[in-house]
């Protein structure tokens, strides 16, 4: 067991961490694969919380992220947006979730010349991934004491595709009769989300449409430094992880803001049904933010990222 | 006289033979005529203000106006009447209002009537702040231009067994060049810096790819203009944090869509945006991109300002840049001054009231 380091070490979370490696290796046959043993944690430990990968341009694997996805069927990409008191924004208030599917869709790589100058490219919607994510989607909101889903699409001009998304999610709402079920298109959504983002709660979608609302609404809240991001796996595994990048230039530096990953592991801790652990570790975040004396640099301070933690870690300790 | 005068002379002239009399009038009293498609709903209300408001500042448009709710024709398909048709074709410029959609009419959507019969390959939106319509934002200046014909709006869908469907997104090399090249000619045109190609290619390889190969070699032959290349996520990702930093934005159908609704969200919505289209031939309608507003229609309610932003678009398009400068500036004084605004800017004045007051600044300016 790695030396903690983390606010939930020192605060008594009970977790215990197993570190692994996922960079890809070549397995029997050829085929790329995540090493073994990073397999056979996560299979067993069902939970992950994962920091930034690089890709490497021209190392012949795929994109690490997109092995992780294949390997544990993670259908589900959720973020939680919640406005930052104290990390100011031209927004506050916004406190929404989106729920993109990230399977299928216009994400599925298939793509054909028809003739020179001319090129398909396929969006696939099943039926059985529509419904998968529809259902993930509110049982969430029931879980976490979310109002209503909204499905977004464009079955007005994707009459089939979309058309099919949009009906299973209206079958698995009947399910669901507690929680408020609507349907907005893509366009509108992008149009009201950027004049008044707090009529939204939590919204379900298709892959591309989830790629860019996912990241349209982290810059509402301030960015990729400060959002967190799930992803939800068949066989209850579930990946936690920070969604910027790995910030060479300032690595090794203690510049770094870890926000994003904290946030991330305390979503972690909330699936894992460790409430207590995890609003208390968010409330030391969110007030150190707030208190604006010691931040890291990309949150306008000039504290160092042990100071910053450190800072955390005293506050956890207080609230106990 | 000198050889080359008198040949330019006897070009002119028979040019003025060679061309329709109705637009050689048009030439020798120096109006231009522009078909006037005022919709549905508000449509005609502020139709009228925009043509009170060009009286008021003197632009030489000659109004013609049409209907374009679709009929049948010959062989029972659907086209507009062909008095639209014949005036756009001749005019070559519309200024258009809303239109309903009807849910059960059985004909298709005028908007995409209209599209398909003029080739309108580029809708264009410029976003800018309004100085005294409050946003979240200020100083945003930026152009959206979207490929309006292919891309994921394509059409072709198909079942592939129950349960499993597929929708198909074509790129052709093009379209692509098109609006590409439409894109720098727009930067150029109007003293812009900069052309933003916005892509997946990182995921959409041959697709996204080859829309984003044309973009690179059509910028080779606007080397006074910047190009570079932004994946769809990060624009929006960034729009929302620092939309400053955007100046003409190109990209394929449904990023357009996203993209352009987006824009027109930080700026103040659709009350307040204008829009271009722009086709083959030389066509180029104009329009408002809010909806019918029945609930307010003909009661004085309306607010005028996209179609007249639409329509002073329309008028730098057409090289009238004098009168497009003065009614948009009528236009953006009159709501930073607060006095006389409609209901949806925050005021309580009839549109007939906002509209007098913009035709009296425009008169004050001349």
Known sequence: MPPGRLPG???????RWEERNVTAIKGPGG???????AKESMDRSKIGLKG??????AAGHPSMNLLLRKTFDLYANVRPCISIEGYKTPYTDVNLVTIRENTEGEYSGIEHVIVDGVVQSIKLITEEASRRIAEY???????NQRNSVTAVHKANIMRMSDGLFLRKCREVAENYKDIKFTEMYLDTVCLNMVQDPTQFDVLVMPNLYGDILSDLCAGL?????????GNIGANGVAIFESV??????????????P???????VMMLRHMGLHDHAHKIQMACFDTIRDKKVLTKDLGGNSKCSEFTAEICR???DLE
């Open 244 to 257: 910027h990048g790995t910030a060479p230039d300032i690595a090794g530096l203690d510049m770094a803001n």
């Open 9 to 15: 070490e020192v605060f008594r979370a009970p977790i």
């Open 31 to 37: 085929k790329w694969m995540i090493p073994p043993d």
């Open 137 to 143: 989607a509110f049982e969430y909101a029931r879980n």
């Open 221 to 229: 809240i301030g960015g990729l430094g400060v959002t967190p991001s």
């Open 315 to 317: 506050r956890v300790q």
């Open 259 to 265: 926000t994003a990953l904290l946030l991330s592991a």
């Open 52 to 57: 930034p990968l690089k890709t490497p341009i």
